[in-house]
């Protein structure tokens, strides 16, 4: 992809226009798919929340969801609790007739006023925050074009306002650690290691890592249902 289109990829219309190609695929994954990321939910994220009769299952958000089945996946293992922000009308349009139970919200994640502070336990980007910075030379921090350190920051302002205290963000995306870390942790967030990246897929150019973080100090993990 040329510098000039992944520099449109911060904007709805790019994704409009490239959501209602009919030459596109219907579904696309981005990085990897939920095949490749079961593994990786399950031990890291879902022991947070077991599942049981009793207890309500956590709030989910998918940020730019697009048209991954990662959502519809959640669902079918019991996470039944999801909503979509997603700001291109023409994937909300595909997806959400897919399955009414999960909410979509036609919001950008810069800036998500209509949902309230403190309102989800998990939210999960997968090639959201890349799509801000795709065009960035990710190797020289002093080098990153302003455009991209605003968006991250607003957006990861965002997402901590909107988790729970101790709610976790899970950014699954394709960037050195040392330059997602530069750029979502900044002033106006508080986010602590919910572990070290994990690999994904097999070292290479543009391996695929799990970042977890947690909203706040780590807290020991004892009851969830409490
Ligand atoms: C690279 S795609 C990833 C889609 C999906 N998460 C996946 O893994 O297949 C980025 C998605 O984020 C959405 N997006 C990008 N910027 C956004 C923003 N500021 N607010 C809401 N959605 C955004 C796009 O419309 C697109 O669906």
Known sequence: MADSEAAQMRNADYWDSRYSNEDEPATKEWHVGH?????YLEENIYPRWPLGETAAPPKVVHLGSGASSVPYEMYARGYTDQTCVEFSAAVVAQMAPRNPAIKWLPHDVRAMSEVA????????????????CAWGPTH??????????????????????????????????????????????????????????????????????AYGFVKGQPVEQTDATT
């Not at 095949?35 to 593994?39: A, I, N, R």
């Not at 080098?143 to 991209?148: A, C, K, L, N, T």
């Not at 986010?191 to 990246?197: E, I, V």
């Open 140 to 209: 020289l921090l002093k080098s990153i074009p302003p455009v991209i350190v605003e968006d991250t920051a607003a957006y990861s302002r965002e997402v901590f306002r909107i988790l729970k205290p101790g709610g976790v963000f899970c950014c699954i995306n394709i960037f050195e650690p040392r330059y997602v870390h530069h750029l979502l942790k900044v002033e106006g967030t508080d986010w602590s290691d919910l572990h070290a990246p994990i690999a994904l897929t097999p070292p290479g150019w543009a391996q695929t890592r």
């Open 117 to 132: 502070s403190g309102s989800f336990d998990f939210a999960f980007d997968k090639a959201t925050f890349y799509a801000f």
């Open 35 to 39: 095949d490749k990321l079961e593994g």
